[in-house]
């Protein structure tokens, strides 16, 4: 169990004059939970003597967690009186998370080249219920669901040039579908894209001390789901949290330049650039 967290907040409104208007005193606490649960099954066997190798993992992993917090703001006037409860919230929030991969893997030497290469297929189920309520009024606001399906597959090489220069080269594709569902607003949302990921890395032996590599590659950043939530997360009646539906991944390419001494590394010069940050 995560512990929980109260917040108290105050926040006065001046007027022309410098003179206080009015004041809001806002109290909230939130009671956090949170588990998990994890298995893996490994299958590994030798196809021959040369080194070709097939292994299998299969995983399945579960979480769930359950967040409730309830936010109350009342008003006082410039004599400090209270003028009534002007703003009530309860947020509860259940995430409960269910993914099994699927991952198969090949080594397969060929002569100067070790090749590896395989699929994984993910596909998970995702609950991000969120039951936001006005305690004023009993209205709710929104709840959404989240389910995703993965299918990736990769190809990577690597081989010595000659006694210097090494190279290692790879590409993996990553296929996602992605369906967002408000019940309450009876809205679907579907994000589905195909994207490719290479990697380049070479490597210089100089000398016995000095070497250099450099490598690029490129990753992705997916949003969080609650990130992906319509809904409003509040802390006090003018602070809150929504996320957007539609939100794509972001990407990062990346380029290192590595020097080593003595096997140590001296330092990295690197560039990075993001495209459809978030």
């Known amino acids: 169990k995560s512990p929980d967290v109260e917040m108290f907040n105050i926040d006065e409104k001046f007027n022309n004059s410098q003179a206080l208007d009015f004041g809001l005193e806002s109290n909230s606490f939130a009671d956090l939970r949170n588990e998990s649960h994890m298995v893996n099954a490994h299958f590994d066997t030798n196809l021959d003597t040369l080194g070709k190798n097939l292994s299998f993992d299969i995983d399945y992993f579960s979480y769930e967690t359950a967040h409730a917090r309830e936010v109350t703001t009342d008003r006082f006037n410039s004599f400090g009186e209270s003028q009534g409860t002007v703003f009530a919230n ?25 090749l590896s290469y395989g699929v994984n297929f993910n596909f998970s189920e995702n609950s991000y219920i969120i039951n936001n309520f006005d305690i004023l009024s009993g209205t709710p606001e929104l709840n959404p669901l989240q389910t995703d399906n993965l299918q990736a597959a990769y190809i990577s090489a690597k081989t010595n ?38 990697t380049v890395f070479l490597s210089y032996a100089h000398s016995q001390k000095h070497n250099y590599s450099i490598n690029y590659g490129r990753r992705i950043r997916r949003p969080f789901y609650f990130q992906l939530s319509p809904a409003r997360l509040y802390f006090t009646a003018a602070s809150y949290t929504q ?19 003595k096997g140590n590394q001296v330092t990295t010069l690197y560039v990075s650039r993001e495209s459809e940050g978030f």
Not at 251 to 259: I, K, L, Q
């Open 161 to 198: 040039l000659n006694d210097k220069w090494r190279l290692k080269v790879g590409l993996r594709a990553e296929n996602t579908e992605t369906e967002g569902v408000s019940q309450v607003l009876d809205q679907t949302t579907e994000i589905d894209y195909l994207r490719f990921f290479p």
């Open 90 to 114: 309860l947020n509860e929030s259940d995430e409960q998370l269910e993914n099994f991969n699927i991952r198969a893997d090949m080594t397969h030497p060929m002569g100067k080249v070790n």
């Open 243 to 261: 996320g957007n539906p539609v939100l794509q991944p972001s990407f990062t390419d990346n380029v290192e330049f590595t020097p080593t001494y």
